[in-house]
């Protein structure tokens, strides 16, 4: 059982930035690829940017260039770095590491707040 613990979250003015990062507890990024998601009240939860076991990396189209998924496999650690953020930025953000390609499984973290407010 991969656990995946998230932080990094809070309350920032729009413009500002937060760096989100997910530690795993076991050394998966050669297999798994690993994603932010993120949900608003009301709404389903939604992919933000995915970084594969291979490195190459996606995102949707409404925070290309603003964010940045990011891996270090030394400390078995996905980052999301935020930057220019806005209010319709606002969610609990989800790290989630997915191997289904590989026969593995699907995990995820316990979430963190990010509100972009003044």
């Known amino acids: 059982q991969v656990q995946l613990v998230e932080s990094g979250g809070g309350l920032v003015q729009p413009g500002g930035s937060l760096r989100l990062s997910c530690v795993a507890s076991?050394?998966?990024?050669?297999?798994?690829?690993m994603g932010w998601y993120r949900q608003e009240p009301g709404n389903e939860r939604r992919l933000v940017a995915v970084i594969t076991s291979g490195g190459s990396t996606d995102y949707i189209s409404s925070v290309k260039g603003r964010f940045t998924i990011s891996r270090d496999n030394a400390k078995n650690t996905v980052y999301l770095q935020m930057n220019s953020l806005k209010p319709e930025d606002t969610a609990v953000y989800y790290c989630?590491?997915?191997?289904?390609?590989?026969?593995?499984?699907?995990?995820w973290g316990q979430g963190t707040q990010v509100t972009v407010s003044s």
């Open positions: 989630n590491a997915d191997g289904r390609h590989a026969g593995g499984y699907v995990y």
């Open positions: 076991e050394n998966i990024f050669g297999i798994y690829a």
